[in-house]
């Protein structure tokens, strides 16, 4: 895991705890996986934006102009 070994990872945790205390963790934790949570609904939806746009695609003034030129 991004190249760190099981001692760096033991200090990491150890130095989270001196930083927050056992306490603030557990809430540190939900506001990260609330987060998490929001940015993942806002790609879905612009992601379901961007797909329904095109699928629901206006004619554009090039594409009509290109159509009357085939008339």
Excluded: C, H
């Excluded at 190249?3 to 989270?16: Q, R, S």
């Amino acid at each position: 895991m991004f190249g760190l070994g099981t001692t760096e990872i033991i200090l990491i945790v150890l130095a989270v705890l001196l930083l927050f205390g056992g306490k603030k963790i557990p809430e540190l934790m939900r506001g990260i996986g609330q987060g998490v949570r929001e940015f993942n609904a806002a790609k879905a939806n612009v992601k379901a934006e961007i797909e329904d746009n095109m699928k629901n695609k206006p004619a554009t003034s090039e594409t009509k102009s290109s159509e009357e030129a085939k008339s």
